[in-house]
C-alpha cells in the first residue's frame, strides 16, 4: 500500500472529529482551536538510510535536517513557529557522545528558527540493525492571514515555485537538502504582501510533480506545468526538477501580481490553475514539453513509500 493510500484510509475513518478541528488531517500541518486561540501542529520523521545517509552525513547535519524539513511544513502554512518536540531512536552503537552532538544541532537549529526546542526523548535501541529515526513534532500559530491551504487554489490562478528545483540529493553527504533554510520568514511575507490573494501553497518535499498534484487533488482543479520555465538547480534537468524532491521550497497558487523575489529568494512562475472540468486535458496534472502535452503520471514519479 502507498503512503499515501494508507494515510487516506485512515483519515476517512476519521470521520467524527471534534469541532474544535480548525484543519483536518491531509494539509502540511492540522489545527486545533482552544481557549480563543489557534495551534498548528505536525509530525514527521527522519529516517536515516531514507532521507540522510548517516555514513557520509555529518551528525551536525543529520540534526539540523531533522529540523529544517519539519519547520519546512510550517512555512508550508505561512504560519509562525511556536515550540518543537523530538523523540529519536538510536542504534545502540551510536554512542552517548554522538547522541548529545545530535541534541546539541537539533537544539541550535530550532533555536534558529525561533522554534524552540521544548522537551524531547531519547532512546538507544536493542537491534544493532535499527536505523536512526528522529520524530520531529513542531506547533504553530498563524501568520498575518489564516493558514494557506492545499486546497484553495482556483481556476485562473499561476502556480509558483521558490528557489530552484531539482539535484539536490548527492551522494557525498552535501547537498541543499541538508543546508537548506525553511521558508518560514519568505511565506510569512509572501502571505503579508498577497493577502487573500495567496489561494493555496505547500513545500516541496516529494518532488514538484507530486507536490503540485496535491494542491490540484485537494483543490479540485487541473495543473499545467510549463517545462521550460522550471527552475533547474546547477545541471537537474526539468525531469530532475519535477521527480528529485527534497527541495524544501515553496509552491503556491496566487492570483493577481506576484513579486519576481522575496529577500533575495526568486520566485517563478512555473504553470497554470485551471478548472477541474477541462476536459481536453489528459489528467489532473500535466506538464507541457514544447508543443507537447504530456500526462504527469507518465513522467513515472509515484514511487512506492
Ligand atoms: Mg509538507
Same mark, same amino acid.
Given at each position: 500500500m502507498r503512503e499515501f493510500d494508507l494515510l487516506r484510509h485512515i483519515y476517512r475513518s476519521?470521520?467524527? #472529529?471534534?469541532?474544535?478541528?480548525?484543519?483536518?488531517?491531509?494539509?502540511?500541518?492540522?489545527?486545533?482551536?482552544?481557549?480563543?486561540?489557534?495551534?498548528?501542529?505536525?509530525?514527521? *520523521?527522519?529516517?536515516?538510510?531514507?532521507?540522510?545517509?548517516?555514513?557520509?552525513?555529518?551528525?551536525?547535519?543529520?540534526?539540523?535536517k531533522a529540523i529544517t524539513r519539519s519547520l519546512s511544513d510550517i512555512a508550508a502554512m505561512a504560519a509562525r513557529p511556536l515550540c518543537t518536540l523530538v523523540a529519536a531512536t538510536l542504534p545502540p552503537e551510536f554512542g552517548e557522545d554522538r547522541a548529545r552532538q545530535l541534541f546539541e544541532s537539533m537544539r541550535r537549529t530550532c533555536e534558529r528558527f525561533e522554534c524552540p526546542l521544548i522537551g524531547g526523548d531519547l532512546a538507544f535501541h536493542g537491534d544493532p540493525d535499527h536505523p536512526l529515526v528522529c520524530s520531529v513534532t513542531v506547533l504553530a500559530e498563524p501568520g498575518p492571514t489564516p493558514p494557506v491551504l492545499r486546497s484553495g487554489a482556483r481556476p485562473g490562478d499561476t502556480l509558483?515555485?521558490?528557489? *530552484?528545483?531539482?539535484?539536490?540529493?548527492?551522494?557525498?553527504?552535501?547537498?541543499?537538502?541538508?543546508?537548506?533554510?525553511?521558508?518560514?520568514?519568505?511565506?510569512?511575507?509572501?502571505?503579508? #504582501?498577497?493577502g487573500d490573494r495567496l489561494h493555496a501553497m505547500i513545500d516541496l518535499s516529494d518532488g514538484l510533480g507530486r507536490d503540485a498534484d496535491h494542491i490540484a487533488e485537494a483543490s479540485e482543479v487541473k495543473i499545467v506545468i510549463d517545462a521550460a520555465r522550471?527552475?533547474?538547480?546547477?545541471?537537474?534537468?526539468?525531469?530532475?526538477?519535477? *521527480?528529485?524532491?527534497?527541495?524544501?521550497?515553496?509552491?503556491?497558487?496566487?492570483?493577481?501580481?506576484?513579486?519576481?523575489?522575496?529577500?533575495?529568494?526568486?520566485?517563478?512562475?512555473?504553470?497554470?490553475?485551471?478548472?477541474?472540468?477541462?476536459?481536453?486535458?489528459?489528467?489532473? #496534472?500535466?506538464?507541457?514539453?514544447?508543443?507537447?502535452?504530456?500526462?504527469a503520471g507518465e513522467l513515472g514519479w509515484q514511487h512506492e513509500a
Open positions: 476519521n470521520d467524527r #472529529l471534534d469541532r474544535a478541528v480548525g484543519i483536518p488531517p491531509g494539509d502540511d500541518m492540522g489545527m486545533i482551536r482552544f481557549g480563543g486561540g489557534e495551534v498548528l501542529a505536525a509530525v514527521d *520523521q527522519l529516517v536515516a538510510g531514507r532521507h540522510v545517509r548517516i555514513e557520509t552525513t555529518s551528525v551536525e547535519l543529520v540534526g539540523r509558483y515555485v521558490t528557489g *530552484q528545483l531539482g539535484g539536490t540529493m548527492l551522494d557525498d553527504g552535501s547537498g541543499h537538502h541538508l543546508t537548506f533554510d525553511p521558508r518560514i520568514t519568505e511565506a510569512l511575507m509572501l502571505a503579508e #504582501l498577497l522550471l527552475p533547474c538547480r546547477g545541471n537537474a534537468s526539468w525531469k530532475d526538477a519535477l *521527480q528529485n524532491g527534497e527541495d524544501y521550497e515553496l509552491c503556491f497558487a496566487a492570483s493577481g501580481s506576484v513579486p519576481s523575489e522575496v529577500r533575495g529568494v526568486p520566485i517563478t512562475p512555473v504553470g497554470e490553475v485551471l478548472s477541474g472540468e477541462t476536459g481536453e486535458l489528459p489528467a489532473r #496534472l500535466c506538464v507541457r514539453d514544447g508543443d507537447t502535452l504530456r500526462e
